[in-house]
């Protein structure tokens, strides 16, 4: 049959003016299953995030132990360099007073150097007087001379006496200048050599402070990174807690947008005069070959009646034919456009066979429209009826069961 374009765009004209004018309670089941899919969707995302904000958590909780650790071990660094620290200041005056005795004992050295020079000086012309006489030859024998030089035996052994006491109390008091010196000596050389360990010990501690600050500077440079990977890791988790609080928000919103659709829905078919004017079947013959809801992965809809070719396709209520054409994947179809307690509805009748209608044309409940066939995307004959709060649309978002309807 010939299409009524002006018809058409004058009647889409009025629908759209009602639709907005009036804006209808309508609900749609395809909204609803989007919703739902959306609704799905965004708990999965939750998900995900919940798992994320336990996994940052648990890392968080890693690094604030690790920075514990850290502190704890910078804490040890700051004792121990701190007790090499007083150790290289008991050190430094240990050295220093280690220093000053070596001084000390070298001031001793060169006094005992310079009396026992001078002694040994004076022993030695004392020695030269005693042994030498200008009377005497040099070769002459010290006891000749010292014979003639008596007055008698007695002072002659006297004298012999006194000079081997003074001869032998020179050579003590040379000996205990040697000893002194000796042993001031090896008091210098002992005290060198305790220096020498002092400094030793002195360069340890060194190398110790060396070391302590090295690791020291080193847990400070990794606390300052942890600190940022700290910092960093909190910024995610707020991240993620607000990626959480926004799914939940979506959730809930998509929960109150499918009631509110839900309620809709509800209230148009209360709406409904169902003793006066009820959807009936379409057809008086065959069984339900797949009802509305998902199918083979995707959304489904409307009902399809399993009932051989040709078979009286009817008006489920009265109305105004809106199209009787070929659709994509519908085949040969028929719209009708129902206002039942002053919310509208429509139907779609598909895979027919023919209509026996046209645009624009009123039918009443019951009337034959069209036969049944296998047109468009078919796998076998059978009559595919679809109901819209509301007006149909390629996205079929006024879809409902039509189980809803049916008396």
């Not at 648990?58 to 360099?81: F, G, N, P, W």
């Not at 006194?162 to 005290?191: C, G, P, S, W």
Request: hydrophobic residues 30%.
């Amino acid at each position: 049959m010939p299409i009524n374009t002006k018809r058409i765009r004058l009647t889409a004209a009025v629908c759209l003016l009602l639709l907005f004018a009036t804006q209808p309670a309508i609900t749609d089941a395809a909204t609803i299953e989007t919703l739902e899919e959306q609704k799905e969707e965004t708990i999965e995302q939750q998900k995900k995030h919940h798992a994320q904000l336990r996994q940052l958590q648990e890392y968080m909780a890693s690094l604030e132990e690790r920075e514990a650790d850290i502190q704890e071990e910078i804490k040890e660094y700051d004792r121990r360099m701190t007790i090499v620290s007083e150790k290289r200041y008991e050190m430094e005056r240990d050295i220093k007073k280690q220093q000053e005795k070596i001084e000390e004992t070298n001031g001793e050295i060169d006094q005992q150097t310079e009396a026992m020079e001078s002694y040994q000086s004076y022993f030695s012309e004392r020695a030269r007087a005693m042994y030498q006489s200008d009377n005497i030859d040099r070769g002459a024998a010290p006891l000749i001379k010292i014979f003639l030089e008596s007055e008698s035996f007695g002072t002659f052994i006297s004298n012999i006496v006194n000079q081997q006491t003074i001869l032998h109390y020179d050579d003590e008091m040379y000996q205990k200048f040697v000893n002194t010196n000796q042993a001031l000596q090896e008091e210098r050389a002992n005290k060198k050599e305790e220096l020498t360990k002092l400094n030793e010990k002195q360069d340890t501690l060194q190398l110790l402070t060396e070391r302590y600050e090295a690791l020291h500077q080193e847990r400070q440079d990794y606390m300052e990174e942890l600190v940022s990977e700290i910092e960093e890791t909190a910024e995610k988790q707020s991240q993620t807690r607000e990626y959480i609080e926004q799914t939940e928000r979506q959730t809930n919103q998509l929960e109150q947008q499918i009631r509110a659709r839900e309620n809709r829905a509800s209230q148009a078919v209360k709406s409904m005069d169902i003793e006066g004017s009820p959807f009936i079947t379409p057809v008086n013959s065959g069984y339900i070959s797949s009802n509305f809801g998902r199918r083979w992965g995707k959304m489904h809809y409307g009902t399809d009646y399993g009932v051989p070719m040709q078979t009286s396709v009817k008006a489920a209520a009265a109305g105004t034919v809106q199209r009787a054409s070929y659709m994509n994947g519908y085949g040969n179809a028929v719209i009708l456009r129902h206002t039942i307690n002053g919310q509208t509805y429509e139907t779609l009748y598909a895979h027919l066979s023919h209509d026996m209608v046209e645009e624009g044309q009123k039918v009443r409940k019951g009337e034959e429209i069209a036969k049944s066939g296998n047109s468009g995307h078919s796998l076998g004959p059978h009559l595919h009826f679809e109901t819209h709060v509301g007006t149909w649309n390629g996205e079929k978002s006024n879809a409902v069961d039509p189980q809803t309807f049916l008396n």
